[in-house]
């Protein structure tokens, strides 16, 4: 049965009900409706609570609950994930699975509380130290944020890693119909976690130090093995490509339902659009940009930003077609309508020669 929630709402819940049982956390907007939400429902199910207090605190707490293997997991926006950024690392480092829900406002700075696409690099590009990558889910609706929450957890678990939820704010603040899974939870093995079992096996030492070079690299060069593997099982993209299609809109999140709109304009034009809609943004789905319709002639990225998932398609397309930008930032969204406009910018058209060629064609039909 499907209930009205607000995405944070739903996020929280289907982390409940995906076993999680411990959530550390701080205040800020667009993301509180998830602290508020879990220090009502974990005392409810026997979980931990705790309001950090800070981010650095908070992140803090995830590794020490994540070391003795319980599901664990926290969230906040933009500067909130920034400070957890050297705990992040040390997670990473650790081999300890978490989930990480980022809800972006814009910014840079404390930006403002409106939706935002800004912090790409920050999410995909391991934004604290050292050799790593989180692998990053983007949804684009409630539903989805909640399945991504079941499949975050069993990523983490499976290669023992945080795993992160990358949102903007117009997907935890909207309300839409969502359906939660059952399901009996994380059981995974955890012979490897710090879980008090003195005397009954050897004793598990976890950190993130190796003072020896040989040691450190033996362990980053298996952490990447896991990411590769990542890469080979995990990859998620949503492609809708045809033959016939003059150009291809890139987008995700909440914004890849807004440039959908603008293919259906661009269809009124008389111009044939598709779409790639990376779910997974790393792995970034390179691969969907493979054997592309020798009619596409460009690419349109469009994002909330000034321009930043643009960098890998640009990687993913190796310069054999055009590969062009439409973005809003500071918390501005833009309305498919503009979309449209630039992609006729981008193919040489304007929107009334592009209407007069499509009701000519209709005509001749």
């Not at 259906?264 to 990376?278: C, F, Q, T």
């Not at 500071?330 to 498919?336: L, R």
Request: include cysteine; charged fraction near 20%.
């Amino acid at each position: 049965m499907k209930t009205l929630m607000k995405g944070n709402e739903a996020i929280s819940e289907s982390a409940i009900k995906a076993g999680c049982r411990a959530f550390f956390g701080y205040p800020i907007t667009p993301q509180s409706e998830i602290p508020e939400y879990m220090a009502k429902r974990m005392p409810e199910i026997g979980g931990t609570f705790i309001q950090a207090e800070s981010e650095v605190a908070a992140i803090n707490m995830v590794y020490g609950s994540a070391a003795t293997g319980v599901p664990t997991m926290t969230s906040s926006s933009s500067p909130g994930i920034a400070l957890k950024q050297e705990g992040i690392s040390y997670l990473v480092g650790a081999d300890l699975p978490a989930l990480i829900v980022s809800m972006s406002r814009s910014g840079p700075g404390l930006g403002g509380i409106l939706p935002g696409q800004a912090d790409y690099f920050q999410a995909t590009r391991g934004g604290g130290n050292g050799d790593y990558y989180l692998p990053v889910f983007a949804p684009n609706s409630v539903q989805e944020a909640s399945d991504m929450v079941f499949k975050s957890f069993e990523v983490a678990y499976k290669y023992r890693t945080p795993v992160m939820i990358l949102a903007d704010g117009m997907l935890g603040q909207m309300m839409e119909p969502v359906e939660l899974k059952e399901t009996s939870g994380i059981n995974p093995d955890i012979s490897w976690a710090a879980n008090g079992n003195s005397g009954t096996r050897d004793r598990n030492v976890i950190n993130s130090l190796n003072l020896k070079a040989s040691g450190l690299e033996a362990e980053n060069i298996e952490r990447f093995k896991r990411y590769e593997e990542i890469k080979k099982t995990e990859t998620l993209v949503e492609k809708n490509v045809s033959e016939g299609d003059e150009i291809v809109i890139v987008a995700y999140g909440t914004p890849s339902r807004i440039a959908k709109n603008s293919i259906d304009e661009l269809a009124e034009h008389g111009i044939k659009a598709g779409m790639i809609r990376p779910i997974t943004l790393w792995p970034y789905p390179y691969d969907a940009f493979k054997d592309l319709p020798k009619s596409v002639k460009a690419i349109l990225v469009a994002e909330l930003s000034m321009g930043q998932m643009i960098e890998d398609v640009r990687m993913a397309i190796e310069g054999k077609i055009p590969v062009h930008f439409y973005g809003r930032t500071g918390g501005e969204i833009f309305e498919a309508s503009e979309i449209t406009n630039k992609a006729l910018e981008v193919l040489g058209k304007n929107a009334s020669s592009a209407s007069e060629e499509a009701a000519a064609v209709a005509c001749a039909i």
